[in-house]
């Protein structure tokens, strides 16, 4: 049987990252409250996964600082950014307890940063945790939610782009 093309591969870091960064997502800010304030991460491996119940799905690398504290509060809060917080998105993909300083937010009814200026957010319990290689899948339970106007900050082939002129790069 001609398999060509189906056979599972075991492609190179590079290539997996050059392929599948062809698949254009949004981007979000994943935060919760800690004892010692807030948390947060620039996540881009987010869905929508279940209508009923109401479901979502994130997914954090095993070495994200951020997930233990989400895991010991059991609640946070997606953050989907709006084209002109590309500094945000930047600014939470790196590590440090510097993240909020500066950064406009106010408590979603369970504590968690809702950023100011955020396209939609949704505050979420935590349902379920799965392992999935070097990363989690992280099932979250919607408490609330919310969306205001603008265009979404988008991610395609490494690189952030604004997401309401409706062309991307070749
Ligand atoms: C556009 C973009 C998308 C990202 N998506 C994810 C993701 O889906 N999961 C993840 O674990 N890290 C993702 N990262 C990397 C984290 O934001 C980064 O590792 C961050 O330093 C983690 O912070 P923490 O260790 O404080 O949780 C992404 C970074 C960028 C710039």
Not at 106 to 129: N, Q, T
Request: aromatic letters at 10%.
């Amino acid at each position: 049987m001609e398999l060509s093309g189906t056979e599972p591969v075991s492609p190179d870091q590079a290539r997996f990252r050059e392929v599948l960064g062809h698949f254009v997502s949004g981007v979000t800010v994943v935060t919760t409250m800690g004892q010692d304030g807030p948390h947060g991460f620039t996540c881009q491996a987010f869905a929508a996964l279940s209508l009923s119940p109401a479901l979502v799905v994130f997914a954090p690398a095993r070495t994200s600082l951020t997930w233990p504290r989400i895991r010991s509060a059991g609640v946070f809060c997606v953050n989907v950014l709006k084209d002109d917080q590309e500094a945000l998105g930047r600014v939470f993909a790196t590590k440090g307890d510097a993240k909020f300083d500066g950064v406009g937010w106010g408590p979603s009814a369970k504590g968690c940063p809702i950023l100011a200026g955020a396209l939609a957010w949704v505050e979420c319990e935590l349902a379920d945790v799965h392992d999935a290689g070097d990363h989690l899948l992280v099932i979250g339970r919607v408490l609330d939610l919310g969306a205001g106007e603008g265009h979404p900050l988008v991610f395609y082939r490494g690189g952030f782009y604004r997401g309401g002129f409706g062309a991307f790069p070749a």
